[in-house]
């Protein structure tokens, strides 16, 4: 069992997620609390798993909590906060402080929202459980039946795609995925291949994360939208709940942002990313999968493989949870095991040996 802290000073978010949480088989809700003072007090009598923690509240904020938490007795911390919404630099904050995933809560209808997302709760918190936070004791756990990238796009048909000989990354990401992805996308150069990224974020979130990555590197980093050319030196990031595609019209390489069903329980799909990638650009991508829970990418990253792209997988060590790599390399999806650091120069290569 998963043992549950929840931090809110709202009375109906704390017994709503109380009930959403106590219906599933593996996870149990340990203690409540209306603030980190309140916290504080029960976590000398009980240790949780994982805390479910706000960042509004009364007598003290929970940043300060979180950053208080983590430098005396880490535990893995998912944020459950309004804050989301539109990226703010609380959130930002949060996750450079340890918080290992983000919920956007609403800022009306909260009850509704909580009951509607149990199972995205529920994953956030086996994946923060699983996190290197603290020692990983819990098996894998198996998850609900969840739809392909078959609903977006057909499987790649081979040889369909047009002859160049132009490079393009492609990168899918999740849980800890946000500082590997910074800590990838700093490393490259300015004239690198063009990048689109699928980083597994609440709405509204991804523009904000785009935006701050640009002011650290070199490359352009933005957040992307339809019709987006990818270009040398720029980096697109799907934007929360939506799917993006690579696409291709003669030699320009393009994304499509599109709505649709949940592939592997997300929206964006890292698999809807890879499989437009297998199909429009072949031989002449590069794919990288990086730290997170679950499957999502490994099915389209084979793909990829199949179709001729070099594909590279962040190693378990430097991984916060080796979940999307370790399932890609069951597959025999990936060419390459590196660890994050060395994962911009071997893009690189490649792409200059292409």
Same mark, same amino acid.
């Given at each position: 069992?998963?043992?549950?802290?929840?931090?809110?000073?709202?009375?109906?978010?704390?017994?709503?997620?109380?009930?959403?949480?106590?219906?599933?088989?593996?996870?149990?809700?340990?203690?409540?609390?209306?603030?980190?003072?309140?916290?504080?007090?029960?976590?000398?009598?009980?240790?949780?798993?994982?805390?479910?923690?706000?960042?509004?509240?009364?007598?003290?904020?929970?940043? @300060?909590?979180?950053?208080?938490?983590?430098?005396?007795?880490?535990?893995?911390?998912?944020?459950?906060?309004?804050?989301?919404?539109?990226?703010? *630099? *609380?959130?930002?904050?949060?996750?450079?402080?340890?918080?290992?995933?983000?919920?956007?809560?609403?800022?009306?209808? @909260?009850?509704?929202?909580?009951?509607?997302?149990?199972?995205?709760?529920?994953?956030?918190?086996?994946?923060?459980?699983?996190?290197?936070?603290?020692?990983?004791?819990?098996?894998?756990?198996?998850?609900?039946?969840?739809?392909?990238?078959?609903?977006?796009?057909?499987?790649?048909?081979?040889?369909?795609?047009?002859?160049?000989?132009?490079?393009?990354?492609?990168?899918?990401?999740?849980?800890?995925? @946000?500082?590997?992805?910074?800590?990838?996308?700093?490393?490259?150069?300015?004239?690198?291949?063009?990048?689109?990224?699928?980083?597994?974020?609440?709405?509204?979130?991804?523009?904000?994360?785009?935006?701050?990555?640009?002011? @650290?590197?070199?490359?352009?980093?933005?957040?992307?939208?339809?019709?987006?050319?990818?270009?040398?030196?720029?980096?697109?990031?799907?934007?929360?709940?939506?799917?993006?595609?690579?696409?291709?019209?003669?030699?320009?390489?393009?994304?499509?942002?599109?709505?649709?069903?949940?592939?592997?329980?997300?929206?964006?799909?890292?698999?809807?990313?890879?499989?437009?990638?297998?199909?429009?650009?072949?031989?002449?991508?590069?794919?990288?999968?990086?730290?997170?829970?679950?499957?999502?990418?490994?099915?389209?990253?084979?793909?990829?493989?199949?179709?001729?792209?070099?594909?590279?997988?962040?190693?378990?060590?430097?991984?916060?949870?080796?979940?999307?790599?370790?399932?890609?390399?069951?597959?025999?999806?990936?060419?390459?095991?590196?660890?994050?650091?060395?994962?911009?120069?071997?893009?690189?290569?490649?792409?200059?040996?292409?």
């Amino acid at each position: 069992m998963i043992d549950v802290m929840i931090i809110d000073d709202s009375a109906v978010v704390r017994r709503t997620m109380t009930e959403v949480l106590s219906s599933q088989a593996d996870i149990q809700v340990i203690a409540t609390a209306s603030d980190p003072y309140d916290a504080a007090e029960k976590l000398k009598s009980c240790v949780p798993d994982v805390i479910v923690l706000d960042i509004e509240m009364p007598r003290m904020d929970g940043l @300060t909590f979180l950053k208080k938490l983590m430098s005396q007795h880490p535990i893995p911390v998912i944020i459950c906060s309004s804050k989301a919404e539109d990226g703010s *630099n *609380n959130v930002f904050q949060a996750m450079q402080f340890g918080a290992v995933d983000i919920i956007q809560k609403p800022k009306i209808g @909260t009850r509704d929202f909580i009951e509607e997302s149990g199972v995205m709760i529920s994953d956030a918190i086996r994946a923060a459980n699983m996190s290197k936070v603290k020692k990983i004791t819990a098996a894998n756990l198996t998850v609900a039946p969840k739809l392909t990238a078959d609903v977006i796009m057909p499987m790649p048909v081979p040889n369909v795609f047009i002859e160049t000989t132009e490079s393009v990354v492609v990168v899918g990401a999740s849980t800890g995925g @946000t500082e590997a992805l910074k800590v990838f996308l700093e490393q490259l150069p300015i004239d690198c291949p063009g990048v689109v990224v699928v980083q597994h974020m609440p709405e509204h979130f991804t523009a904000a994360f785009a935006s701050r990555l640009d002011s @650290t590197c070199e490359v352009s980093v933005k957040e992307a939208q339809d019709n987006d050319s990818v270009l040398r030196g720029r980096v697109l990031i799907a934007p929360g709940n939506k799917h993006v595609l690579l696409k291709r019209a003669g030699a320009r390489y393009f994304v499509e942002v599109k709505t649709g069903p949940l592939v592997s329980r997300h929206r964006p799909s890292v698999d809807v990313l890879f499989r437009s990638t297998a199909r429009y650009a072949g031989k002449n991508a590069i794919g990288v999968i990086m730290t997170g829970m679950g499957d999502d990418g490994s099915h389209g990253m084979l793909e990829m493989k199949n179709a001729g792209a070099f594909t590279i997988a962040q190693n378990e060590e430097t991984c916060v949870v080796f979940g999307m790599p370790k399932e890609a390399i069951k597959l025999g999806a990936v060419d390459k095991i590196v660890p994050l650091e060395e994962i911009a120069d071997l893009v690189i290569k490649k792409s200059k040996a292409r």
